[in-house]
């Protein structure tokens, strides 16, 4: 009878004992603690807040685990917790560097709505937990940061070389419309007046449309009589 009382007891005796002398684990609770700080140093919780609890969750569950002895326990949620980590701080971190492009895209003035769509896309993707669409959608939001500031440039100096065109031709227009300063009225002398301030200004087109616009009218002025026109000559008294 005792023989077969100890012959049942021994199977569960055999677990107590088990459970009893199974380690603890330690390198995969420190493993797990470093990788959510290293999420929580990336800003995870700012980022990709639900990844983030997830990673907390599974820690905080591995630490009350560990503190009641179940090993076995702990370490699966503990294991849970790095892979909730590492994937937060992955996504993060992409969120990061494609919200840094945006932004310079939209401090240079060039930022665009299909830009601003591809970081939304990436931020609801990094809702759903979805790590790959995450750093797909960051990548392209990054390119296209990188090429709205591109064109932004080229078409700034584009503008830059058409302004400096426009500006290459007032110099001429202006010293045509002084050469008939006597000549002008009141109203071409202020459109003159225009003409040099935008020049200085480095208003290219406005300047040139204004002093094109004296120059034009000068041009159409009929000539002066020949008695107006004399010029005085070395030697020429004027008293006689």
Request: hydrophobic letters at 45%.
């Amino acid at each position: 009878m005792a023989k077969r009382l100890l012959k049942a007891a021994c199977p569960a005796l055999l677990v107590i004992l088990a459970a009893g002398c199974a380690t603890a684990p330690t390198q995969v609770m420190s493993d797990a603690r470093q990788a959510v700080q290293a999420a929580r140093e990336a800003d995870a919780p700012w980022h990709t807040p639900a990844a983030m609890n997830s990673a907390e969750h599974d820690l905080t569950a591995a630490e009350h685990q560990l503190q009641g002895r179940d090993y076995k326990g702990a370490r699966e949620d503990a294991v849970a917790a790095k892979q909730a980590a590492v994937k937060a701080r992955n996504m993060a971190l992409a969120l990061a560097k494609a919200k840094q492009a945006v932004q310079a895209a939209d401090e240079a003035g060039a930022l665009t709505q299909v830009t601003r769509d591809w970081l939304a896309k990436a931020q609801a993707a990094a809702v759903a937990g979805d790590e790959e669409e995450v750093v797909r959608t960051t990548e392209k939001a990054q390119q296209e940061a990188a090429d709205d500031i591109r064109r932004q440039r080229e078409e700034s100096l584009r503008v830059e070389r058409e302004n400096q065109g426009w500006l290459d031709k007032v110099p001429p227009l202006l010293e045509e419309a002084r050469r008939m300063d006597a000549r002008l009225t009141p109203e071409q002398r202020d459109t003159l007046k225009s003409a040099e301030a935008a020049y200085r200004q480095q208003d290219g087109r406005n300047a040139y449309d204004l002093a094109e616009g004296v120059a034009e009218q000068v041009r159409a002025l009929p000539p002066l009589p020949r008695s107006l026109q004399y010029r005085v000559m070395a030697g020429d008294s004027l008293w006689r």
